[in-house]
């Protein structure tokens, strides 16, 4: 089974705070993703990659960063936390040419206060 | 933007019965089309995709596309108490291999 794993359930962090969300796969899957999702929202994406060193903006990035040194990490960075950054993230990868068939890591929830 | 929409639930069925989740879209050059299930908590989890009009069957659940009309719809057949969940309607397009979500419709299966 694919696993994504994220390396925090749960953060709570202050405002202004510099921020780093990890997620590691290991299904050797090219692409990844960093998703935020929020009550009546759904999931808007943050940032993506298909391939190592390389990333794209998705459709809300002000105010992350991403990096991808590795094929199976993919950090998610907010440079200065502000508190409507408070949600849930949610790290996902896929195969390629599978755009739309995500494994989902088990999410981490940010609070900044 | 791509817009994906649900009919916004929540939806209160009894057990046995079915389900019916409806998504519509807004761009035309959208092609494939995916439901996730999200149980309280959980992380979301493919469950169908479906690229072609017409209907494609996977167990208990039946997922519709009708691109000239621009739906996508989800039928889940015997509804159980275990189907109780958010589900979330996702849609690519050829020039964009980003997925779109809709909002989610949340659905309790009554025993």
């Known amino acids: 089974d694919v696993k994504v794993t994220q390396s925090s359930r749960y953060l709570v962090k202050r405002t202004g705070e510099k921020v780093f969300l990890e997620c590691v796969q290991d299904?050797?899957?090219?692409?990844m993703f960093w998703y935020r999702q929020d009550p009546g929202l759904g999931l808007r994406l943050i940032y993506f990659?298909?391939?190592?060193?390389?990333?794209e903006k998705g459709d809300i990035p002000e105010g992350y960063s991403v990096s991808r040194e590795k094929k199976e990490r993919f950090s998610l960075i907010l440079e200065s936390a502000s508190t409507n950054q408070t949600s849930m993230y949610l790290c996902?990868?896929?195969?390629?040419?599978?755009?739309?068939?995500?494994?989902f890591g088990e999410g981490s929830r940010l609070t900044v206060l | 933007q791509k817009e994906v929409e649900q009919n916004s639930g929540p939806l209160s069925v009894p057990e046995g019965a079915i389900a019916s989740l409806n998504c519509t879209y807004s761009?035309?050059?959208?092609?494939?089309f995916f439901w996730y299930r999200q149980y309280s908590g959980k992380s979301p989890e493919l469950i169908m995709f479906?690229?072609?009009?017409g209907d494609k069957e996977d167990g208990r659940f039946t997922a519709q596309l009708n691109k000239a009309s621009q739906y996508v719809s989800l039928l889940i057949r015997d509804s159980q108490p275990s189907d109780s969940a958010t589900y979330l309607c996702?849609?690519?397009?050829?020039?964009?291999?980003?997925?779109?979500f809709g909002a989610g419709t949340t659905v309790t299966v009554r025993a």
């Open positions: 996902a990868s896929s195969p390629e040419g599978a755009d739309g068939e995500l494994f």
């Open positions: 299904m050797d899957h090219e692409n």
């Open positions: 990659s298909y391939d190592v060193k390389m990333k």
């Open positions: 761009d035309r050059g959208s092609q494939s």
């Open positions: 479906i690229y072609s009009n």
């Open positions: 996702a849609g690519t397009s050829l020039d964009d291999y980003k997925l779109s």
